[in-house]
Structures are given as structure tokens and as C-alpha cells.
């Protein structure tokens, strides 16, 4: 069977870094070899860029460089870890792929849509993930478990209706895309969200097994 992609989405203090790790264990379980990434960064350049976009003392970064500096290192993570692992038949699972664009740059700062199609279609070679995780909750909720994390980063840093925009925005791509999304309720208690995480898989897994 050929390799897939999985990303998990989601706003602030959506529980994606603590989630990612029960997942990746759930998936391995199952035997399937397994690559797990996370954007932006991933590669030596990705890494780079990430910490020259999330550095809180880089003030004034225009929208058009923020989301061209994304894309840079999707391309770079696409054409050396993401493309080489699927055809290898293997699985990825990426903490934020191009949704996050169109949430963050496209509903958050006002990129249009347009703009960012296009980027994906040569930038990131076209690619959709096969199943996207979206962990749903509260701006506020999220941002108070956030808060707790200490000093936050430039994006961080932005205004709760900017966060707002970002919601609506994953959101709405989840409901034009049911096939490919799952909305999980991650302001519920840690367990039930990686039980609700994991189920997903489980029910990806089946349908791509009985497809084949
Ligand atoms: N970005 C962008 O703008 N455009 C793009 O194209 C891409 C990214 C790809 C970095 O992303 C930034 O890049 C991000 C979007 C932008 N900026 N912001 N904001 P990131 O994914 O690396 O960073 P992050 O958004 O800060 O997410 P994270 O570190 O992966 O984690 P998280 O989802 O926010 O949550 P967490 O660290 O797993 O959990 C936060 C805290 O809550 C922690 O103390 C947990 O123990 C706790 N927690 C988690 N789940 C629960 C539940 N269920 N109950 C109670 N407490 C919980």
C-alpha cells in the first residue's frame, strides 16, 4: 500500500504537541514505518526559518514575507522528507501543514486564498495530507493553557480576534472538506482528546483498508 500524510491542526493550546505523541505511538503499534515532522521547520532550512518567523523581537514582518517564508520551508520539507517517505510507502505525520497557511496567513492576516493556492500548488508540489486532525477549541481556553507555557513567540503574540479569524478559518475548511478532516473537541479532558485522536486513525485505517 502507498505511503499517506496525516497533519494535525489546530489554534493555540490545542493540545497538538501532547497529542502528537500518543499518536505516533497508536500508529506504530499497527506496524506501519512512520516519519513525524512539523512545520514550519522539519529540515535543516525549515528549523532555520521557523525560528527567523517566530522570533518575538522581529517586529514589523510584512504578511507577504511571513507567508512566503512558510512556504519555503514546506517546499524544502516536501522535496526532502514528505515526497521521498511516501514514495518509499511509508507514513508521515506533521504537526501543521498547508491548512495552517490558509488559517494563520489567509484568515489571519488577510492573505487572499487565491494567493495561497496557488503557492501550494508549486511551492508545496500540490500535496494534501490524506487526513487532517483538526483539534477544535475556545480561543480563550486555548490561550490560557498557552499562557502557561511561558514567553510567546511573535504570532503568539497576537490579539485574541486574530486568533478569532484563525478559528473561523480552520473551521470552515473542515465543513468544505468532511472527507478529508476530522474535528476533534480537544476542550474536553486530555484523555478523551487522544481517545477521539486515536479513533480517528482507527476509522481512517479501516476505510483505506476495505478501499484497497
Ligand atoms: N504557522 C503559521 O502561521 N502558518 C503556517 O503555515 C504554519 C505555522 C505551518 C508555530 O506552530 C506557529 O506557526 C503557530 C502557527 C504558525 N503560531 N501560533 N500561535 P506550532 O504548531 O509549532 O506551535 P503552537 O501553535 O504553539 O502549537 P504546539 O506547541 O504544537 O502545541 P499546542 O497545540 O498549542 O498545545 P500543547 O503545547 O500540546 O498544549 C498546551 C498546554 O495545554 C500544555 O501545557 C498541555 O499540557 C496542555 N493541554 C493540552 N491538552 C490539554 C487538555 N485536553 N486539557 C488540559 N490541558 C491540556
Sequence with gaps: ?????????????????????????????RGIVLRVTREP???ALGESIRDLVLD??????????????????????????IRPALERGDWVLTDRFTD?????????RGQPKERIADLERWAA???????TLLLDLP?????????????????????????????????A???????????IDSSRELAEVRDAACAAIDQFMAA???AS
Design 1 to 29: 500500500m502507498s505511503g499517506c500524510l496525516i497533519s494535525l491542526e489546530g489554534g493555540e493550546g490545542a493540545g497538538k504537541s501532547t497529542v502528537l505523541a500518543d499518536l505516533r505511538a497508536h500508529i506504530e503499534a
Design 41 to 43: 521547520g522539519g529540515t
Design 56 to 81: 518575538g523581537s522581529m517586529q514589523d514582518v510584512c504578511a507577504e514575507s511571513e507567508l512566503l517564508l512558510m512556504f519555503a520551508a514546506r517546499a524544502q520539507l516536501v522535496r526532502e522528507l
Design 100 to 108: 495552517a497557511s490558509y488559517a494563520y496567513q489567509g484568515g489571519g
Design 125 to 131: 508540489d500540490g500535496l494534501r495530507p490524506d487526513l
Design 139 to 171: 480561543v480563550e481556553m486555548g490561550r490560557a493553557r498557552a499562557d502557561k507555557r511561558g514567553v510567546p513567540d511573535r504570532i503568539e503574540s497576537e490579539q485574541a480576534e486574530f486568533f478569532d479569524r484563525v478559528r473561523a478559518s480552520y473551521r
Design 173 to 183: 475548511r473542515a465543513e468544505k472538506e468532511p472527507g478529508r478532516f476530522r474535528i
Design 208 to 210: 483505506r483498508s476495505s
